[in-house]
């Protein structure tokens, strides 16, 4: 299972696969020049560059409903350890362009792209987040309601930027428990015996 930096390994590793992957040319016709960056909001309290490039913003964690109660087998020593954190991540896919027609494009891109490759493996996460072989993350289309997205926006400082909502699901973080740190009971038996 991963570690605590597997939150931040996993926004890095989207951006990374869309820079990787970005087009020169689409169709025959030129792309327009995008940077990729994987966004705080503290960064969107700052100016913003408008340089077209898609940003990735993490704006929620919660906790993955249908893998709360997992429990890892066997159990150490008699006790039952606690199970992995499992939690999902709402990211923001965002356009910055100086016109329509380079923000529209670059979106529409890198929606196709992840729509087209919507599961990132061991293979295509970063390292820092120590994965294993068998772990993969699921991104999936969220619909948020236009209430919900302008809220969003109403709590960043930049004005409204064209937006798509993302779920990365299911990220399980492993508890941090050293297994020796609980010794086992051991019980001791005494033979009685009468004195001669």
Known sequence: MANVRAIHSVGTSIVTFLRNT???????????????EL???GQLAGPVDEATHIGLLLYRV??????RQLRPTPPMRGRTPPGPL???LHFLLTAWAANALDEQVALGWAMRQLHLFPVLDASSLSPEGGWSREEVIQLVPAE????EMMRIWDALD???RLSVSYVARVLNIEPDVDRDEH????ASRLAMGVAA
């Open 183 to 186: 010794p086992a009971v051991v």
């Open 86 to 88: 499992s939690l999902d």
């Open 144 to 147: 948020l309601g236009t209430e």
């Open 62 to 67: 919660t906790m993955n409903e249908h893998a």
């Open 39 to 41: 966004l705080s909001s």
């Open 22 to 36: 970005y087009p020169p040319l689409l169709d025959g016709q030129a792309m327009p020049g995008c940077g990729f």
């Open 158 to 160: 930049p004005a409204y």
